[in-house]
């Protein structure tokens, strides 16, 4: 009797150690690996595509424009279109949320046109500008590397829209505008993010 004694007290205490060695377990998982929703520390990413995240604007494709000098960066989950715009590259350049031939609304969208204008030394009276602000658009001045640009901005049933104006080189206008669905605001930030991305690559003399 004192055998089946010693060997059933010797389960009871392997049992024991195994309910100890799992809960010891559980409580380390559910420290360390807790369900992402659960944890106070995550930072959150408005987008599903990380590399589409205005702080990783060093990670996404770049575009050069070697005729009217200057560089632009844009979200590696968005496309360059190379039709559907007038005038063609290199004056007019577009990148969208789908690919080139399959934007159908909606969409989120960046064309950045370029123009050599002799006339125009001041931008908040380019002809554009005054006549969007004439129609009720929001005119802000503001400046993209470094060179003063005006802002204008307004929406409409559909879509959220701004456009940035800006002398760059040899009088050269630059015109950076986008557009976004009104029920997406998320591509707002990718937006905005690619035109502070907009770089000269040359200055005047």
């Known amino acids: 009797m004192k055998k089946v004694r010693g060997f059933a007290t010797i389960w009871v205490v392997l049992i024991i150690l ?17 369900p992402a929703k659960d944890r106070e520390d995550l930072e959150t ?6 590399q589409t995240s205005p702080g990783n604007v060093a990670l996404w494709q770049t575009y050069t424009n070697d005729k009217y000098k200057y560089t632009v960066r844009y979200p590696k989950s968005w496309y360059k279109w190379t039709q559907g715009y007038a005038p063609p590259e290199p004056e007019t350049i577009m990148f ?14 960046v064309q950045i046109f370029t123009q ?16 969007l602000v004439g129609k009720g658009e929001k005119l802000e001045m503001t400046t993209i590397d470094g060179f003063e640009a005006a802002k204008v901005s307004g929406q409409d049933t559909m879509a959220i829209h701004a456009s940035y104006y800006l002398i760059g080189n040899e009088n050269v206008v630059y015109r950076i505008g986008y557009q976004y669905p009104l029920d997406e605001p998320n591509y707002a930030a990718d937006c905005e993010g690619i035109v502070k991305s907009f770089k000269v690559t040359e200055t005047n003399p």
């Open 116 to 131: 050599q204008r002799t006339d125009i030394t001041d931008i908040a009276k380019h002809p554009e500008v005054t006549n």
């Open 18 to 34: 195994a309910l100890l060695l799992a809960g010891a377990g559980a409580a380390y998982y559910f420290t360390q690996y807790k």
């Open 96 to 109: 969208g949320t789908k690919p080139d031939g399959q934007a159908v609304l909606p969409y989120a969208s």
């Open 45 to 50: 990413v408005p987008t599903a595509d990380v």
